[in-house]
């Protein structure tokens, strides 16, 4: 199965709420990344959090990660109609001697005005 | 926004066609990828560069073929065209520098359709 799994896969929130989406991985990373996609487009990067740091803060995003758990969360406050778009962690290692970045499935949050 | 555009946003075309996606980027990135996305699901690599004249196959297997003849140009070609080929393509670019420092710089997409 695929490295990074989203949890959960779709969330429906009101605007002012707060988003939280979890990613759970198997093997050691380098470091893992968030990613966000509005619907039809491209992703854009959000925010990389390493193997040796535990929180990271971007405006309105907190990333956590817990290597031990194998997992982040990325926690986005007081949401908006705006944050409306799928989320997706990649989480980056090394297979073989290369460079592996894995994207899991996503989570879909919608955010109502 | 990334310097990195994808021609056609949108193709719907019939079965057995040739087809190109093109790929551009004016960052001046050694790396480029393709991603292969269906609607709701998570992207599947299907090919990359670490600059010109390389090209790899990526962790699906896919019948379409890649070039790289200058850096900026990374396009993707399927000689016949089939309704299993339909899905979203995604290319992306990142830093010489590596992965552990950076991020990867995505395409709008170019969404095939194959009748």
């Known amino acids: 199965s695929q490295q990074g799994e989203e949890d959960p896969q779709a969330l429906s929130i009101q605007e002012g709420e707060n988003a939280t989406m979890n990613c759970s991985y198997k093997?050691?990373?380098?470091?893992l990344q968030w990613y966000r996609q509005n619907s039809g487009r491209g992703l854009v990067h959000l925010i990389l959090?390493?193997?040796?740091?535990r929180e990271k803060h971007s405006g309105r995003l907190r990333v956590t990660l817990d290597t031990s758990k194998k997992s982040s969360s990325l926690l986005i406050t007081a949401s908006r109609a705006a944050d409306t778009a799928s989320y997706f962690c990649?989480?980056?290692?090394?297979?073989?001697?290369?460079?592996?970045?894995?994207f899991g499935a996503g989570t879909r949050l919608a955010v109502h005005p | 926004e990334a310097d990195i555009y994808q021609t056609p946003r949108y193709l719907v075309i019939g079965t057995g066609k040739k087809i190109t996606l093109e790929c551009s980027q004016t960052?001046?990135?050694?790396?480029m990828y393709w991603y292969q996305q269906d609607p709701g699901m998570e992207l599947h690599l299907i090919h990359y560069?670490?600059?010109?004249?390389?090209?790899e196959k990526g962790d699906l297997s896919s019948e379409s073929t890649v070039s790289r003849i200058r850096t900026e140009h990374f396009p993707l070609t399927l000689e016949s065209a089939r309704p299993s080929h339909t899905s979203q393509y995604l290319c992306?670019?990142?830093?010489?520098?590596?992965?552990?420092?950076?991020?990867?710089?995505f395409g709008e997409g170019s969404r095939l359709t194959v009748l």
């Open positions: 560069s670490y600059g010109v004249n390389s090209t």
């Open positions: 992306a670019s990142s830093e010489t520098g590596g992965w552990s420092s950076g991020e990867l710089f």
């Open positions: 959090i390493r193997s040796n740091e």
């Open positions: 990649a989480t980056h290692f090394l297979l073989g001697g290369y460079n592996k970045l894995i």
């Open positions: 093997t050691s990373i380098n470091n």
């Open positions: 960052m001046g990135h050694d790396k």
